[in-house]
């Protein structure tokens, strides 16, 4: 130690241990980077943002930015997510059929690859919620039905109607039904907040209650009709209609039949 | 006579010695009822009523009218361990477990909408007719005051499950009630039994749903119905029909057959309903919770258009001396209604005031020949009808892909502009008609053979009408403006001036109308 003791002060001893300190961080850094990164489908997922970006660039751009950084008629689309472009995506809301109140569900544009590839873009510009795994999806196993109905009244009802047959919201804006939407698209409106939604996020509604939701939501959808003909399930105005028309319509007929003389 | 009719004949005998029935029941079985379609509107309320009281006792069997707290642990799954109402829990448990209950729900319900749409039905065709003048007017305020009932029998009685559809309805009714100034609060207090939504509420809307309002009902429709009674049946005019008799079946045995036969229909056509279409299916609701609501909760129809008028209230209030005004519910909650339903029971003095006639009348009125009537008539529905699309506008803004604020707004402009426009083309098309019967009379109806004159000019041969025909077009009678001058025999200004210019104005604007053919130009045409 003497001997190594002796350079210390020496011009070059600076520039040396600089070198060194930062050859070890580096090499530490990229042994550690490199057991994370070294998963057989890196290339893959940056195929898929290149093609992504392209696939943005020439869909989505003259909107949303070149950069997916938003502009006068579109929102950035930096942070939002891959779950967020995939249910926009892929039930075909965007890319928007024309510059109305709400983006309306449609057959979507993009097929599967398409819209995962966009996804994987949008989601490496910056982190943002990811598209849930099936294996998370098991709302038949993990869900509760009736405290998913409770949920539903408490946080979902006042827009999407008791039955989740969808609403009015204001200035032609509205919830739309929930009726055959798949799970996966629940879930991640439930985490993304698409449109005039509000993001739940799982702290206000944890992973698990957000499978009763859909299971809930699933056995609305299932239910028979137990009494009957259910006019669209909104409700009395559909009631009060078949009263009238039907129920006075017909009895007013038979009223004009009775008192009709025979000839 | 045969051993049976001997032994009825004896039976009859015993009864009428003591009774002195026989001849009550043969004025009463001779009295005779005329036949139209529309005068067994009546008799659908009638009837309805009773599948109500039937299918409503049915449901008391099993109905709990409680708010305390239970767990439910019945047959319907996404409510299974929830905590909810004994009210909500027995309705759920009527649905579902009670063998026959979901279908007499259904059929309780239908009959109850069914009974308000017939009712309206009934006072529309009796108001057109002009059936409510002397000497019914006493009838026509049985009638108004019937419809109010109704309308609070059927909030109650939907209120009563416990859902989450009534328990919303409860809440504007209790906001409904604490709008009243300065006592609305306590009332409200009152009533609840605390603060909404309080314990007390469903037991004590349960006593009044099935007892005192049925109560008064039972006894209203009996006067009702023993006034027509009493005071027969009006009819519509032709040959042979006048304000001194009553043409039409004798109560037996055709009026009786008719009619017993009407009711099996009517609830032929309630329970057909029941059976095929879904209503107020509570269990979708889910039990009430002050914290909930449902997107697109609307009252029953009958209601709905006052929950219209007030979801197109402007929010005004005022604060005053510590306390608040809601205007935005006190006007079309209270104050709108009221004028409309006082309106309506005062409407048949109104009009003998503006026509100054006092004299009976048991002959109906074709509604073109009454054309300001029938134009107030058309404007009180447009009226309502605004009100009621309002009451809709978010089923209409979903479904039919609108702007509910637009909506909103065609409603608060056409509530003011609509009622006047429909006036003004209904009393239009009324005159119109009676130009059309004026022409068919002296020109006969057109055949559609066209025939060509010697010299070439084409004409459509016209051929008389029937003599039945011709005197429907020209018996009624066509009021006259009154004559009330402003200054007496001496040239004295009369006391109460202004009201005597209004009521002439109001006579002479009802008067108008297109002049029928007289007796001079009848003869005219005979010549012809």
Known sequence: MKRLSRYRRHKAAGPVLLIIALLAIGTTFSVASATVKQSPTTFARSAAIDEGKQIFLKGCSS??????????????????????????????????????????????????????????????????????????????????????????????????????????????????????????????????????????????????????????????????????ATMGRIGPVTEGLLAWILGIGLLIGIAVWLTTRAR | MTPVEKTIGKVANFADERLGAAGWVKKS?????????????????????????????????????????????????????????????????ISFEVR???????????????????????????????????????????????????????LFGYSLPDDLLSGTGLRITSAIIQALPVVGTYISFFLFGGAFPGTGFIPRIFTLHILIIPGIFLAVITIHVMLVWYQKHTQFPGVGRT????????????????AGGFFFVVFGVIAFLSAVASINPIWLYGPYTPGQISAGSQPDWYMGWLDGLVRMAPPLETHAFGHTVSWNILIPALIVPGIVFTGMALYPFIESWITGDKREHHLLDRPRNVPNRTALGVMSITFVMVALINGGNDILATNFHLSINQIMWFSRIGIFVLPPIAFVITKRLCLSLQRADRDLLLHGSETGRLLRLPHGEFVEVHEPISAEKAFLLQSHEQPLALEISEVDSRGVRRPGALKNKVQRRLSKAHAVSVPKVSEQELKEIEHH
């Open chain 2, 100 to 154: 026959g209950g979901l279908l007499m729900r259904q059929i309780h319900h239908w009959a109850a909408n069914i009974f308000m749409a017939a009712i309206v039905a009934h006072l529309l065709r009796v108001f057109f007719t002009g059936a409510f003048r002397k000497p019914r007017e006493f009838n026509w305020i049985l009638g108004i005051l019937l419809l109010t009932l109704g309308l609070v029998e059927g």
């Open chain 2, 243 to 258: 304000e001194k008799n009553v043409v039409g079946h004798p109560i037996l045995p055709v009026y009786m057959a008719k």
């Open chain 1, 63 to 228: 909107c949303h930015g070149l950069n997916a950084e938003g502009g006068s008629i579109a929102p950035s689309l930096i942070g939002v997510g891959a779950a967020s472009v995939d249910f926009q995506v892929g039930t075909g809301r965007m890319p928007m059929a024309d510059m109305s109140q709400q983006a309306m569900r449609k057959k979507p544009v993009y097929n599967a690859e398409q819209t995962a590839a966009l996804a994987a873009y949008v989601a490496s510009l910056a982190p943002g919620p990811a598209i849930p795994d099936d294996s998370v999806l098991n709302y038949e196993r993990d869900g509760n039905t009736a405290q998913g109905g409770e949920l539903f009244r408490n946080n979902c009802a006042m827009c999407h109607n008791f039955a989740g047959q969808g609403g009015a919201l204001t200035q032609g804006k509205y919830a739309p039904t929930l009726m055959g939407v798949e799970p996966k698209y629940i879930y991640e409106a439930l985490i993304t907040g698409p449109q005039s939604m509000p993001v739940f996020s799982d702290k206000t509604i944890t992973p698990a209650e957000k499978l009763s939701l859909i299971k809930w939501i699933k056995s609305a959808e299932a239910e028979p009709n137990l009494g009957g």
């Open chain 2, 29 to 93: 079985l001779n009295k005779v009822f005329p036949d139209h379609w529309s005068f067994m509107l009546g008799e659908v309320c009638m009837y309805s009523f009773v599948i109500l009281l039937l299918s409503g006792t049915f449901l008391t069997f099993w109905f709990d009218p409680s708010q305390r707290d239970v767990i439910y642990n019945g047959v319907y799954e996404p409510l299974k361990g929830l905590k909810m109402s004994a009210a909500y829990a027995s309705t759920l448990d």
